[in-house]
Nanobody, 122 residues
């Protein structure tokens, strides 16, 4: 089994910062992408930031210049540094990873964390 565990959410005032962390564990052959999505009440889930196959990072336009995605060492961790937070950033943030399990190392599967609440409010 593969698990993604998130931490670091909470409540902050507008303009504040939070750092989210996500750790992948379990029977993993390779991790081929990691990133974050979010879902606000009444809205569809949307991409926040994710690593790309070419080694880059793809950000949603709404967070460019404010959020930074980084990988840990070893690379089973992914972090999302969120600065200058706005009320519209309020959402449940979910870690997502494209992982090839040891049981099927030739086949990538997508795994999700349980989600973590981020609330930006004065």
């Amino acid at each position: 089994q593969v698990q993604l565990v998130e931490s670091g959410g909470g409540s902050v005032q507008p303009g504040g910062s939070l750092r989210l962390s996500c750790a992948a564990s379990g029977s993993i052959f390779s991790i081929n992408a990691m990133g974050w999505y979010r879902q606000a009440p009444g809205k569809e889930r949307e991409l926040v930031a994710t690593t790309t196959t070419g080694g880059g990072i793809n950000y949603a336009d709404s967070v460019k210049g404010r959020f930074t995605l980084s990988l840990g060492n070893p690379k089973n961790m992914v972090y999302l540094q969120m600065n200058n937070l706005k009320p519209e950033d309020t959402a449940v943030y979910c870690c997502n990873a494209k992982i090839a399990p040891r049981s099927t190392p030739w086949k990538n599967e997508y795994f999700w964390g349980q989600g973590i609440q981020v609330t930006v409010s004065s």
